[in-house]
């Protein structure tokens, strides 16, 4: 292994910021959900280079049980987003300025 | 230069290069297609790691079953056309890419500081915590340590799946009931 661990979290970090920068600054609902799976694949990233870096498999195990909450959580927000388009024809977040469904 | 660092340096770029294409796309179905790139290459990431299981099930859970699900709910609600440029919030764009430079600029100052940019990791991963191959170290690990966490994710896709099954079966009969819901309804037919 000759690559140094730190280049991978470089990458890992700069995934992330470009995930936060997609949540801060787009207005479409979908492609604000797609940068908050960026986000969560960049931080399993660094779960498994921290995991290379320690010689220890726990890293992997939790990067593995992340994926299996993202895909949870991408069923329910995808259901949330359908459901909220049925009702205001729109899947721009600058629409949806309350609450109430 | 390794095999291993050639790698790195070819699909890092594709990395970084898919995840800012994303961002700047206006259309929802490009913006996936540029994230379907993006988690590949995070895959082959792992198989430099030595975690060639999560290669597998990252190229199978998410840019299988995750992005056909988004790209499923793009074609279902039609939402692939462009959005609008205007800004509601004075400021936000500006903001916004700001914040994010300045969250990467701190992580990286913090990976120097709490790493250091020239740690190599151990040589023996393959022989220490990969013995007998990935899967196998890692179901050793999962299936003793992490046998009750494990066990609470079935619980989890359970609530979710039931979650799901009442958000699409309530819009059926409530959603239609309302008068604007009736004439937009009446519009789209």
């Known amino acids: 292994m000759s690559t140094p661990i730190s280049y991978f979290l470089v990458v890992s970090a700069m995934l992330f910021s470009i995930g936060t920068i997609g949540v801060l600054v787009r207005k479409n609902a979908l492609i604000i959900f797609m940068s908050v799976e960026l986000q969560l694949n960049a931080v399993n990233l660094s779960l498994v280079a921290f995991s290379r870096m320690h010689n220890e498999l726990d890293g992997q195990v939790l990067a593995f049980f992340s994926m299996v909450v993202a895909a949870a959580e991408v069923v329910v927000g995808l259901a949330i987003i359908v459901t909220v388009y049925r009702r205001r024809r729109s899947a721009s977040v600058d629409d949806l300025t309350v609450l109430r469904g | 230069m390794s095999a291993e660092e050639l790698v790195f340096w070819v699909f890092a770029p ?53 992005m056909v699900l988004f ?72 299936f003793r340590r992490y046998f009750f966490p494990f066990e609470v994710t079935s619980i989890l896709l359970i609530v979710a799946a039931i979650a799901v099954v009442v958000l699409a079966s309530r819009q059926g009969s409530i959603a239609a009931s309302t008068p604007e819901d009736r004439a937009a309804d009446a519009e789209a037919a």
Not at chain 2, 32 to 54: E, P, R
Not at chain 2, 60 to 66: L, M, Q, T
Not at chain 2, 86 to 91: I, T, V, Y
Request: a neutral charge; hydrophobic letters at 60%.
């Open chain 2, 14 to 66: 594709i990395s970084v290069g898919s995840a800012i294409a994303m961002l700047l796309q206006r259309n929802a179905v490009h913006a996936a297609l540029f994230l379907v790139v993006n988690f590949f290459t995070i895959s082959v990431f792992y198989l430099v790691l030595g975690a060639s299981f999560l290669f597998a099930v990252q190229i199978i859970v998410y840019a299988g079953a995750i």
């Open chain 2, 71 to 142: 790209l499923f709910v793009i074609m279902l609600l039609g939402v692939d056309r462009e959005e609008s440029l205007l800004e509601r919030l004075r400021g936000q764009r500006v903001l916004g890419v700001a914040l994010g430079v300045g969250i990467a600029l701190e992580l990286i100052v913090a990976i120097r500081a709490g790493v250091g940019f020239a740690t190599h990791a151990p040589a023996n991963f393959d022989e220490v915590a990969n013995r007998g191959g990935n899967a196998v170290a890692i179901s050793a690990v999962l």
